[in-house]
């Protein structure tokens, strides 16, 4: 990476669209899990999945109750995350968690008639909300500090291009991770099993993976796979066709893997930014990012969010008294792998106003400031033009930055020169920096 480089990931981030619309979202009641009852046009004669404890699994059998969500044309990022929320806490017997993949999108975008009030958010100008997508970025964002149903996130931890063997493990851990695949490439129906196996296509569409069977006939695809072996599907159900149930072969590489975890141990949260622009080097080729907000809420603050694009990021958070006082606590500690990570205090701290202080490995994102993006959303059978209007606000004396030493207010119009960014954007904004209270 290009130290001093600001990242228009977030950018690309509202230009990845997922393949599956929220016209509605129903459950199906929970059954015994019988794989009839999954595939019932399989030619069981042919191959029946699930015979062999050594070589398959699925977390179905450990009575896990995933709901299989009827969707439209777009939304798979929302609800597959919801589903595999839903496998951790059940797995774990920390509860249940009631919320829809709708929630998270009406969390992302705000309503069209309050674009005129500039409250920030993103605004659907072009089309509805419900025709554009997202990707996991969207869910760190809304579900980090504001509770819902009671739940916060806790961690979400990324895979790139997993092994065979480090995805089944994820899966026995985690129940449903969700994973990123072409929506239909080199679908097909054969012996009654729906099924996939292409290559050399880009991914477009999110969903769960729940089990395996390394026994899976390599002939089962309508391109024969180069060995037994594929990865159970658990789907969005969408006008593609596409059932809840398929299986995709281990020839397929998988680009990502993300687990999600909540707990609902926090009572209410703040976050002054988000993770929509991109990330900023603010190391000045020291290798570690320091950045700060002042947080003015009366409560027990608990924990701080911290987000990494890195692998094996190190950390410390400090809470300081007032605005830059003395220190009241701090913690230190290592992130294995990229995405986002709760770091809880040993003792929750009494607070009216408070800095937070995070000190970390690698590049650290920003909200940035208000913009027009040009997109695409998808219409019935084509992409069509749409629009994202991207709104915030940056109030001084609230998030601060070190470079060489000296705390400088992310306001301060020379700091995106200072850092080399200028030719892309004129403010960084807020950093994302979720703290939460018990």
């Given at each position: ?111 069209k008639e309050d674009l005129s009030s500039g409250k920030d958010g993103m605004y659907a100008t072009i089309g509805d909300k419900t025709e ?5 970025l969207h869910v760190f964002d809304v579900l980090c500090s504001d509770p819902l149903h009671g739940y916060v996130l806790s961690d979400a ?113 703040e976050n002054h930014g988000s993770a929509m622009i991109g990330n900023v080097d603010l190391s000045l080729g020291s290798g570690k990012s ?149």
């Open positions: 990476m290009n130290r001093n480089s600001l990242m228009r990931r977030g950018i690309a981030m509202l230009l990845i669209l997922s393949t599956v619309n929220l016209a509605g979202c129903k459950k199906e009641e929970k059954k015994k899990v019988k794989y009839s009852d999954l595939f019932p046009k399989a030619d069981t004669e042919y191959f029946t999945p699930f015979q062999n404890e050594k070589t398959s699994y699925c977390s179905l059998d450990e009575g896990l109750d995933l709901p299989v969500y009827t969707q439209g044309m777009s939304g798979c990022f929302a609800f597959s995350a919801v589903t595999s929320v839903q496998a951790y806490l059940q797995k774990n017997k920390i509860g249940n968690w009631e919320a829809t993949g709708e929630e998270i999108v009406d969390r992302m975008y705000c309503a554009y997508g997202g990707n996991p931890k990324r895979l790139l291009n997993p092994k065979i063997d480090e995805l089944k493990e994820w899966v026995r851990e985690y129940g449903a991770p969700v994973v990123n695949l072409h929506c239909n490439a080199g679908y097909a129906e054969k012996h009654g099993y729906p099924t996939q196996n292409y290559k050399d296509m880009g991914p477009n569409h999110f969903l769960c993976v729940i089990g395996w069977d390394d026994d899976f006939p390599a002939d089962a695809f309508d391109t024969k796979a180069s060995r037994n072996g594929a990865w159970l599907m658990k789907n969005t159900l969408s006008p593609l066709n596409i059932p809840a149930y398929y299986w995709v072969s281990y020839d397929v590489q998988i680009p990502i893997v993300i687990s999600y975890q909540m707990t609902n141990s926090y009572s209410s949260g320091t950045y700060a907000s002042i947080i003015r809420h009366e409560g027990k603050l608990s924990a701080v969010g911290i987000f990494s694009e890195e692998e094996s990021c190190t950390y410390e958070v400090e809470i300081l008294d007032g605005e830059f006082g003395q220190s009241l606590a701090k913690v230190s500690g290592t992130m294995e792998r990229a995405g986002y990570h709760l770091v809880t205090l040993d003792t929750p701290l009494s607070v009216k106003e408070c800095t937070v202080v995070v000190r970390k490995t690698g590049t650290v994102y920003f909200e940035g400031e208000s913009m027009t993006v040009p997109t695409q959303r998808f219409g019935f059978g084509a992409m069509i033009d749409g629009e994202i209007e991207y709104v915030t606000h940056t109030e001084p004396d609230t998030s601060f930055v070190l470079v060489d030493g000296e705390w400088i207010d992310v306001t301060d119009e020379s700091l995106s020169e200072k850092l080399g960014v200028s030719e892309h954007t004129k403010m960084i904004g807020d950093p994302f920096l979720p703290v939460l209270f018990s």
